[in-house]
């Protein structure tokens, strides 16, 4: 009977933990989807404007001395306005290549930015410091039996709950989400309409790169490490979440955040810690050869 | 910046003596990357050493010029740099590399080209029996693994402990040294968990540790790792489970980490149990850089000091200055560092003391209690 309930605890704390990694994941995993849904881009410079974002506020508490949740608000701010340079210095000017031409600047992005970070801030891990936020935070919020789920994780899950919401609300309610449905759907009859296309898409840019920016600091205190190579592993992640999801649908990218989150704790605790990764993998792969435009894309045809 | 400063600074003080020639010592370790504070210390006390070997004329009146090659800890990255070494007839001897993955990757290399190589800090068991030209002026992990599980057993009294391994050939390696030994002593392994270098979430394997409610976890990974380890043990209430780990948590961010107050390591040097023979080093060290040497520091400080010995006897010659290391077999013979005396078994293996330290109100100190 002890041990039932042993095992069972067990399995809540990793489901808290798979959720919690899971939110993060679907946060990335936004930004990768709504730009893909505007413009059929894959975005592989995204994992580093989240890499960007840690680092942002790591700098502004540490040098600046800034008080966390202005830092906090700056940097989603500053990483907002970074999402739209990137996008008018990097993509713009291909608006009208081969898709291909855009992708390869994407990578090369990436891969920039990545180096950048590392001359700027060095190679090694670095944490935040433990005074920036409240003790509060570090204290078990719910405990139950041996489960435990600190006020940071509770803090994780809200802001991307209500993020989720903002965004949705967004892309349904607003005139520019109206706007970025249709240009989603063609793009050139959106123009004929009067949309201002290169206007809606800055604000996509402006609007994944604040929520990744966002996943990036809260990972940064979650698991107290950012380093400039964080960028590519988390968006390799999200990237596979959207791909799970359906990309280019946003309630997709939540929902292939959180399998993909909840796949790769409970691959780690119930089969084998060695393989965590292929494991999360595997179920994505699983997930698409079964059902290729994802759990809740759009079938799209040849549209890749 | 600071660090083209100081080496102009350097290179500036030491071309102020016109030397006849140069002998080039390479040291590969990571001096960027995640490891990078571990090359630090190698590269310390590699240059202190040269600085002090050219103070007093060289080897045989030519300059010792040490040439820092970055490989990251790196399988692949060492092998690159591996291959680069063993093809330039101007090396005869290199000092590294760091990690046990680095120098089974770089292993074959040497072999094939005959360069003999003396590593500061390799401890995997396998390295000294698959190459004659590979040496170590540290202990292996069998020994590493007997005596961290004895001192667990003895005195701390750990009887039930888990593991938390890195899939490397290090952490590996000394596992399986650790648990061959807890066997033996009765202590009883709840289970073993693993991760890889770039996992930054530990969530999910600490979550298994702590329903298996162990007395004490090792750790026998590295710092980078293992300071994030214990912050994320602290944040899921893991208590009244001791943390301990080898020689790769010797850091100087775990003591930065308030989450590891109380956490003990194995080392091959700490400065105030070394013998009369490491006062000048450690004086030295310290008014150079201002801290005191780490053991990375110290082992390399030695391996530059053997391979100048190494040259000065017998030349520039990659097959004489493996003989003549191959030599050093005997207590007698021994070579005597810093990090006391050194001298090879057939393998190029050595004996050598550990020692324990811990953490103490945010500060490295030695271990009141240490193994005899």
Known sequence: MENLFEQSSLFLQQLVNGITLGGVYALIAVGYTMVYGVIQLINFAHGEIYMLGAFLAYTMVTFLGLPFFVAFLLTILICASFGIILDFVAYRPLRKAPRLAALITAIGMSIFLQNLARMIWGSQIKSYPREILPALFYRPALSFGEVSMTWLQIFILSITVVSMIILHLIIHKTKVGTAMRAISQDKVTSALMGIGVNRVISFTFAIGSAMGSMAGILVGLYYNAIFPTMGYIAGIKAFAAAVLGGIGSVPGAMLGGGVLGIAEVMGAGYISSEYRDGISYAVMIAVILFKPSGLIGRQMGEKV | ?372
């Open chain 2, 1 to 372: 910046m600071k660090r083209i400063l100081s080496f102009l600074l350097a290179f500036g003080l030491l071309t102020g003596v016109a030397w006849a020639d140069t002998i080039k010592i390479p040291v590969a370790a990571p001096f960027t990357g995640q490891l990078a504070s571990f090359g630090e210390g190698v590269k310390n006390g590699a240059l202190l050493k040269a600085e002090e070997i050219n103070a007093t004329g060289g080897i045989n009146g030519k300059k010792v010029e040490i040439v820092l090659e970055d490989e990251l800890c790196d399988p692949k990255e060492a092998a690159t740099v591996a291959t680069k070494l063993a093809n330039d007839p101007d090396i005869s001897i290199v000092v590294g590399h760091l990690c046990s993955s680095a120098t089974l990757a770089s292993l074959p290399i040497y072999r094939t080209a005959k360069m003999p190589a003396i590593s500061p800090s390799a401890t995997n068991v396998t390295i000294g029996k698959m190459s004659p030209y590979y040496f170590r002026n540290v202990y292996k992990d069998d020994f590493q693994g007997f005596f961290l599980a004895k001192y667990a057993d003895r005195i701390k009294g750990f009887k039930k402990m888990a593991i938390f391994y890195e899939v490397n050939d290090y952490s590996m390696g000394l596992m399986l040294a650790f648990m061959k030994e807890a066997k033996k002593l009765g202590i009883k392994i709840l289970g073993t968990e693993a991760y890889t270098s770039d996992t930054t979430d530990f969530k999910p394997q600490l979550t298994k540790f702590k329903m298996m409610k162990p007395d004490a976890l090792f750790i026998p990974g590295y710092a980078p790792q293992g300071t994030l380890i214990v912050s994320q043990a602290r944040s899921l209430s893991m208590k009244n489970v001791a943390f301990f780990g080898a020689d790769g948590l010797d850091d100087d961010v775990m003591v930065k980490n308030p989450d590891a107050e109380g956490l003990f390591v194995t080392t091959p040097f700490l400065p105030d149990k070394a013998g009369p023979q490491a006062a000048g080093f450690i004086k030295a060290y310290k008014k150079k850089y201002g801290k005191d040497p780490n053991w990375f520091a110290a082992n390399t400080y030695d391996a530059v000091g053997l391979a100048a010995a190494a040259i000065k006897a017998v030349g520039q010659d990659r097959e004489k200055i493996r003989e003549y290391l191959a030599s050093i077999n005997s207590k007698e013979k021994a070579y005597d560092g810093v990090a006391g005396k050194t001298y090879f078994d057939k393998n190029g293996d050595c004996l050598k003391d550990a020692f324990v330290k811990e953490i103490k109100d945010g500060k490295w100190v030695s271990a009141e209690k240490q193994l005899q």
